[in-house]
C-alpha cells in the first residue's frame, strides 16, 4: 500500500491510496472539506465525505502524468517502472504541475 497526500494551491485537501495496482481511494480531509471557500478538486471528484474507489488510478490523476517518450524518459530517470503509474504520480506532481493541484508522498 502507497499513500500520497494532494494539495490544492498548497493547501492539504485529501489522501490518495493505491491498495494495489487494480485499488484505488480517495479521500478528502475534514478540515478542507468543512471550509466552504475550498472548492473539490476536480469535478470527478466532487467535496463529500465519501471515499471514493476505483480499479485503476482516477482519470483526474492519471491525466496529470507525461505521455510518451517524457514518461519514457521520467521512468528512467526517477528508475520507476513505466507502468507504475502512481510511482510516476508521486515522483514528478509535487512540484511544478499545470493547475492548482500537487501530490506529494506520504510517508
Same mark, same amino acid.
Given at each position: 500500500? =502507497? %499513500?500520497?497526500?494532494v494539495y490544492y494551491n498548497h493547501i492539504f485537501a485529501g489522501t490518495l491510496i493505491e491498495e494495489s495496482r487494480k485499488q484505488y481511494q480517495f479521500t478528502y480531509d475534514d478540515d478542507y472539506f468543512k471550509n466552504p471557500s475550498l472548492p473539490a478538486i476536480s469535478l470527478t471528484?466532487?467535496? %463529500? =465525505?465519501? %471515499?471514493f474507489q476505483e480499479a485503476f488510478l482516477f482519470p483526474f490523476f492519471y491525466n496529470m502524468l507525461a505521455e510518451g517518450v517524457n514518461r519514457k524518459l521520467q521512468s528512467r530517470f526517477f528508475k520507476i517502472d513505466e507502468d507504475d503509474s502512481f510511482g510516476l504520480l508521486i515522483a514528478t506532481a509535487g512540484i511544478d504541475t499545470i493547475g492548482a493541484i500537487t501530490i506529494k508522498p506520504s510517508f
Open positions: 500500500m =502507497r %499513500t500520497a497526500k471528484l466532487p467535496k %463529500t =465525505r465519501q %471515499t
